[in-house]
Each structure stands twice: as structure tokens, then as C-alpha cells.
């Protein structure tokens, strides 16, 4: 039994947007295990993004706890939340959000800005995680000089620089092309498995959700109880998804049926 | 953003160009002051020297004849009268007359044309080229009263017996060519230099003179036994008065000075300094004023460039505040963050406006500070209108410049403008909430 890493009890968020009261989440209860990848679907205003804020220590709820590493962060005042944002959690964006002034390493190195690591480690750390994301070669380039996936590449090895209890990604191939958008979620998943990453992903692509190992769905601000199986456990257990033969960690392709994996 | 960096460089090049003026301006008033109370002091000291002379010139024209300005010449020259010595021998047999020094001054055959500027307009005048003085040069006199020039700078001085020599103002050296030892040539005589004397300034009018044995200057300048000064000079100062009332009754063709004339002289001199002073003072506290509402109004938009550059600045990238926050970055990073970069704007415009001040300073401060131009033309106009030993004074020109001091503060002044400019919007942009920056588009 792997441990939770996070945990929301009965959370509630409720807006006052003008005169109408929107009631944005509703007694959501969710149990996150280390080494799961999520995704959770929904179509606009189901409450994704305002889930994933709430888990990101963005923003709080109306009511309800989140626990994230034994912590109810709902407790811990605005001035503190930084440190818990900054260790415990990656956010991945749909817009990527890299700093265009700087290059992709600076990029990286961002998060660790503030932490005690010396100058050489936040730079070998950076260029380390560039290369998990596959783009060494192109540490020194500024965002405009970077394709839409290679942005989205650096964007993750930003959100793993401080080796984040839980990385969270609001819609993290929204802005991408269909070979693209599978390119990252495999890069995703890849991570999740060779290293462990705890990842909660929001979609509202289903194709994209499959490949997550729990789907969950929200639908007007509750979360829907029942949870289907993505393909992505399958592929934990290198067994194709579409065929049952055997595959490998690194195979893009099922050697037996020949479908994408 | 360039453009931001050169309003506020432009700014901030007023912020510095306006004290450095103000420092010029003072500066001037500062030297205007010594200079009046040391020539005051010194012509004190004159004067108590010589409580028992009587000086008696025989009448003369004025030097600058007023009127309208003209370009034409105009001969400045005294209309030059002259007594013969005899009248010494006189004034000497009235009661309390101690000594009677006769001199003959008389102009130079050889004129030079000079242009002054006023604020009426410019004169040309006609000048002797030099004066040549006859002194008596007997050796109780020498010793007893001050007959001779005494700020000799190179030769010796005239002494008793001398003939056929000279003494010579520095600044006719050029004129003649000739050193100590040469020999210079006045109406077909021939003189030997034996000295070199620094001249007394009279304002913008130095004197140029050459200084002999009187009988010596009787025969160059063909006046035979004439004479046109006397220096008398009195038993004891209570004689006086009667003694230059009897000249005066005597002998028209002498306008007599006393200790008291020219104490009075002295006043009216004072008096017309302590003007000067004032006028000069109510004008550089007015400059003052002028300049610290300026100084004010260029911190104000400065700050304000800052200000507004800075909000909008955060505003277009409230989405990197929201993403920044996201990732983990205090409030204190981010409003440092933007402090930080408050500032550098502010030092690159520090950067830009001392650049502008090195080169425009003279320009921004007459532009800004009309005041400190009178100095330079108004006020050392009159002065050299009355032909007076302030003009010389008053030529000093307030030319404003940057000093390094200034530039070290303007460096400050940036720095801390920067800061105070960019402390609301950095601090707006580390209390925005970063849920709400990211979804701003």
C-alpha cells in the first residue's frame, strides 16, 4: 500500500460573482497515492482549474481540508504558502508560462531561486532535468526560439526543479498539436514511471485522459465516483493496452499490434 | 522603455543641472562679496595712511563721456591742463604745509582704440596708449612719502639722481619689446628700463605707464617747469581743511581732494557695493526659490515616470507575477523582484541625465533659472558703465558645471527615486493573487 500524499476531505468553494452565489466545487474528496499519474476531465466551469488551485495552495477553499504531505495547507497562512508551493508542488500550465527574457536553463532554474543550493548545483540541477525533458541541446535558448512542445518541455523540467511532492498540470497539451500533445503526455508518463513523479493531470481531451493511470471526472463541481482505469497502468506493467503482449519502458509503438502506446 | 529611460534621464538631468547652477550663482555672489571687502579694505588703508595729504590735480575732463552709444570713436582722454611748478613753491609758503610733491602726468602721443560693452551698447573710445609720469625723485621724498610704484616685479625702482631711465608697467612690456636693460624710445629720447612694476587695476582699464625723473618727463613731453599734480601734504591732519581751502581759493585750475573727500568717496563706493550685494543676494535667494520649486517638480515626475512606468509594467505581466508566485516566489521575491528593476530603469536614466547634465548643464540653467544670466550682463554692465574697479569684479563668469560630487548624488538620487517610484507597484504586484494573475490574459 503505497502512502497518500494528499488527501482533500469535503472541500467546498463557493464564488460570489456579482449578485449569484456559483458553487464552484462541492464536497470533493480525493485521495492521491504517491507514484499516481491522474487525470481528471471535466468540461469548462466543471471546477478542474479551481480543483487544481486548491491542490497548488493557490487558493483556498470555502471549506474542507487539503492534506498534502501530512499537512492541512487550508490551515497555513498566505505568508507561509510560498515555501509549500515552491518544495511541494510543480505546476505545469496550459500556456506554458515561461519568463521570455529568459533561456530555457534560467527557465529551469527558477524555482530553486530563494532555496539554499550554491549557483553550480541550481545550474547542474537545471541541466540535468533538461535532459530528462530531452531538450540539452537547447539550454541556452529564450522561448521564442523554442517549438510550442519544447516550451512545454521546459515548462516541466521548471515545475520538477525542486523535486515537488506532486506536480499538477492544468491542461498541459491544450495548447499543442495532436503529435505534440502526445509527445508530453508520454513525457509525462515516462517520468511517472522511471522516477516515481506523482502527477495530477486536468484535461478536458479525453484521448489525452486515457493515458493517465486513474481518471476521474468532475462534472459541476463534483467529483464523479466512479473511476475508470487509463492505459497507463497497463503500459506500468509494460503489458499493451490494446493487445496484452509484452512492451518495453521505452517503446513508442506496440511491437505486436503496432499501435501508438 | 527607451523612451521612458530618456524622459526620466531628462528629468533627472534638470534634477542636477538646476544646483549646479544655484552653486555657480552662489559661488559668484561669494567672490563679489571678497571682492568688495578686500578692495574696500584695502583702499581703508589707503586713506588712513594719508590723513595729512592734500592732493591737488589740475582740472580735468571726464574719462568716459556719457551720452548716447555710438559706434564712433570717441576720444576718452582727459582734456590734460597743467601749472607751472612755481604754484609748488607757493602752496608750500601756506601756513602747515610740510611738503608739496609736485608730478607731471601726461598722455602718450601714441592712442590705442578700445571697445567696452555696456548694456546700452557698445563704445569704442580713443586712449593714450600709456601715461608718463615725472616724479620728483629726491631722496626725502622717496623715503617719506609713496611717490614711487612699489609692486616692482622685475629691476630695481627709480632712486635719487636717476636720469635718462625709466620704469615700466608690466603691461607695456609687450608693447616696447624690450626687458629691464632694454632701451625704449618716447619722442626721439632714448630711456634706459631699469624696472618692471606690476599696475593697480582700475577696473577693466589698466593703467599703462611709464615712470621717470621728473625733469626728465618735463623735457620729453616738452613741458618745460609744467607740472599738473601736486601731493601735498599737511604739518598735521588739523591743518588741513584750511590749507585746501586756501588752494581752492588760490588756484582754479586745481580741483583738490582731501582725506575727507575721499573718506566720502569711500562711502559713496560702499554704499554703492552694499547695493550691488543686496541686489545680488535678493536675486540668488529669489534663483533659490525659483530652483527648489524645479527641483521639486523634476523629483515629482521623476518618481512619477517611475511610478507609471512601473505600474504599467506590472500590469502587462501580471501573468509572470501570477506564474512567478505559482513556482513558489514569496511576496518579498516578487516585490524585489520589480524594485530591482525600478531601479535599474532609474540608474539607466541616472546614466542618461548626467550625460545630458555634463552636456547641457550652462543650457538647462539659463533656460530654467533666468536669473543667472544677470549676472553675466546686467549687473557687470553698469559697473563698467561707471568705469568703475568692480567691472573687473563682475566679468567672473557663472558658467554652472557638474562637478563629481553632484554626479555621485545624482547616482543616489536615481537609486533612491527608482525605489520610491517602484515601492506601490512592486508592492501591488507581490500582493496580487496568483490565482487570479494566471488567468489574466
Request: net charge negative; charged share 20%.
Amino acid at each position: 500500500m503505497s502512502e497518500l500524499v494528499l488527501e482533500t476531505q469535503k472541500l467546498d468553494k463557493i464564488y460570489k460573482l456579482g449578485g449569484r452565489t456559483i458553487r464552484a466545487l462541492s464536497d470533493v474528496n480525493l485521495q492521491v497515492k504517491k507514484g499516481d499519474f491522474i487525470s481528471i476531465m471535466g468540461s469548462s466551469g466543471s471546477g478542474k482549474t479551481t480543483l487544481l488551485n486548491m491542490l497548488g495552495c493557490l487558493d483556498k477553499p470555502t471549506s474542507g481540508e487539503v492534506i498534502l504531505d501530512n499537512v492541512d495547507v487550508t490551515k497555513v497562512p498566505e505568508r507561509k504558502l510560498y515555501k509549500i508551493r515552491r518544495h511541494k508542488v510543480g505546476f505545469i500550465f496550459q500556456t506554458f508560462n515561461l519568463l521570455p527574457y529568459l533561456n530555457a536553463i534560467e527557465n529551469v532554474e527558477l524555482p530553486m531561486e530563494g532555496t539554499k543550493e550554491s549557483g553550480d548545483k541550481k545550474k547542474q540541477r537545471a541541466r540535468e532535468l533538461l535532459k530528462t525533458v530531452g531538450l540539452s541541446e537547447r539550454e541556452e535558448h529564450r522561448p521564442h526560439r523554442l517549438s510550442a512542445g519544447e516550451q512545454q518541455r521546459v515548462a516541466i523540467a521548471r515545475a520538477l526543479a525542486n523535486d515537488p511532492t506532486i506536480v499538477l498540470a492544468d491542461e498541459p497539451t491544450g495548447n499543442l498539436d495532436t503529435k505534440t500533445k502526445y509527445e508530453i503526455v508520454r513525457l509525462l508518463s515516462t517520468l511517472n514511471i522511471d522516477q516515481g513523479t506523482t502527477i495530477i493531470m486536468v484535461t478536458h481531451d479525453s484521448h489525452i485522459a486515457t493515458r493517465a493511470g486513474r481518471m476521474l471526472s468532475l462534472y459541476d463541481g463534483k467529483l464523479l465516483a466512479k473511476e475508470k482505469e487509463g492505459t497507463h497502468l497497463l503500459k506500468k506493467e509494460l503489458i499493451c493496452p490494446y493487445c496484452g503482449g509484452e512492451i518495453q519502458p521505452d517503446n513508442t509503438f506496440c511491437p505486436h499490434c503496432g499501435k501508438k502506446l | 522603455m527607451l523612451l521612458v529611460v530618456i524622459a526620466l534621464g531628462f528629468s533627472m538631468a534638470i534634477m542636477i543641472s538646476i544646483p549646479s547652477g544655484i552653486m555657480a550663482n552662489q559661488e559668484a555672489t561669494q567672490n563679489l562679496t571678497q571682492n568688495f571687502s578686500s578692495t574696500i579694505t584695502n583702499m581703508q588703508e589707503e586713506i588712513n595712511k594719508t590723513a595729512t595729504l592734500i592732493e591737488c590735480q589740475t582740472s580735468s575732463g571726464q574719462v568716459f563721456p556719457s551720452g548716447a552709444p555710438t559706434g564712433m570713436p570717441r576720444f576718452g582722454s582727459r582734456q590734460e591742463v597743467f601749472v607751472n611748478e612755481t604754484v609748488g613753491d607757493e602752496i608750500r609758503s601756506i601756513e602747515g604745509v610740510k611738503d608739496v610733491v609736485p608730478f607731471l602726468e601726461k598722455s602718450s602721443n601714441e592712442t590705442t582704440s578700445e571697445t567696452l560693452s555696456t548694456p546700452r551698447g557698445s563704445f569704442t573710445i580713443l586712449r593714450p596708449l600709456y601715461t608718463i609720469t615725472g616724479v620728483p625723485l629726491n631722496s626725502s621724498f622717496i623715503d617719506s612719502y609713496s611717490v614711487l610704484p612699489t609692486n616692482l616685479t622685475a629691476g630695481r625702482n627709480l632712486q635719487e639722481g636717476d636720469s635718462g631711465v625709466l620704469l615700466m608697467s608690466s603691461n607695456l612690456s609687450d608693447y616696447f619689446g624690450v626687458g629691464v636693460g632694454g632701451t625704449v624710445t618716447i619722442n626721439e629720447e632714448s630711456f634706459t628700463v631699469v624696472g618692471i612694476y606690476e599696475p593697480t587695476s582700475q577696473g577693466r582699464v589698466e593703467t599703462r605707464m611709464v615712470c621717470m625723473n621728473l625733469t626728465d618727463a618735463q623735457t620729453v613731453t616738452g613741458e618745460v617747469r609744467n607740472v599738473s599734480r601736486f601731493d601735498v601734504y599737511a604739518e598735521d591732519a588739523s591743518y588741513v581743511d584750511a590749507i585746501a581751502d586756501v588752494i581752492e581759493a588760490t588756484y582754479s585750475e586745481l580741483s583738490v581732494t582731501t582725506y575727507k573727500d575721499r573718506l566720502t568717496q569711500l562711502q559713496n563706493m560702499q554704499n554703492m557695493y552694499n547695493e550691488t550685494l543686496k541686489n545680488a543676494e535678493s536675486t540668488l535667494s529669489q534663483t533659490q526659490t525659483v530652483a527648489f520649486q524645479e527641483i521639486i517638480i523634476a523629483i515629482a515626475a521623476s518618481s512619477l515616470i517611475v511610478f507609471f512606468t512601473m505600474l504599467y509594467t506590472t500590469r502587462e505581466r501580471t501573468k509572470e507575477i501570477g506564474t512567478l508566485k505559482a513556482i513558489g516566489f514569496s511576496n518579498w521575491n516578487v516585490m524585489s523582484q520589480f524594485m530591482l528593476e525600478g531601479i535599474l530603469i532609474s540608474i539607466a536614466a541616472g546614466a542618461v541625465g548626467i550625460a545630458i547634465g555634463i552636456v547641457g548643464a550652462p543650457t538647462l540653467t539659463s533656460l530654467l533659472l533666468p536669473h543667472v544670466s544677470m549676472f553675466g550682463s546686467t549687473q557687470i554692465g553698469r559697473f563698467q558703465e561707471l568705469g568703475n574697479p568692480l567691472s573687473a569684479i563682475g566679468s567672473q563668469a557663472t558658467t554652472a558645471s557638474l562637478n563629481p560630487q553632484l554626479i555621485f548624488l545624482a547616482f543616489g538620487a536615481a537609486v533612491l527615486l527608482g525605489a520610491l517610484g517602484s515601492l506601490y507597484p512592486a508592492w501591488r504586484a507581490s500582493r496580487t493573487s496568483p490565482m487570479e494573475a494566471l488567468r489574466y490574459e
